[in-house]
Nanobody
Framework: QVQLVESGGGLVQAGASLRLSCAVS????????IGWFRQAPGKEREFVAG????????SYADSVKGRFTISRDNAANTVYLQMNSLKPEDTAVYYC???????????????????WGQGTQVTVSS
């Protein structure tokens, strides 16, 4: 059974940085496509960043391009989301997700993912 556990969220001021971690157990992350999503109160879950299973391609939402970076540590079986220059509109619960699909593109929709973590809260104050 694949499990994903997020950590690293918190309360920060605008302009600060946070690094979220997604520890994967029960599977080898290089065999999975991994994505980060977020959901703010009253809004739908939205794609933030994704990493193709082979590790060769990444994709980002326009709202986070240039500020967020997704990366993977195969030895630690962990995926990271480095978030810089945080803005109040980045406030949300952040989820990591894994998919057994091995496509040629980065998966960007929630329905394409098979496994989800419990989420970690990120709050950015102005």
């Amino acid at each position: 059974q694949v499990q994903l556990v997020e950590s690293g969220g918190g309360l920060v001021q605008a302009g600060a940085s946070l690094r979220l971690s997604c520890a994967v157990s029960g599977g080898i992350i290089s065999h999975y496509s991994i994505g980060w999503f977020r959901q703010a109160p009253g809004k739908e879950r939205e794609f933030v960043a994704g990493l193709r299973w082979s590790g060769g391609s990444t994709s980002y939402a326009d709202s986070v391009k240039g500020r967020f970076t997704i990366s993977r540590d195969n030895a630690a079986n962990t995926v990271y989301l480095q978030m810089n220059s945080l803005k109040p509109e980045d406030t949300a619960v952040y989820y990591c997700a894994g998919s057994r699909k091995m496509p040629v593109v980065v998966l960007t929709t929630p329905g394409e993912y098979d496994y989800w973590g419990q989420g970690t809260q990120v709050t950015v104050s102005s």
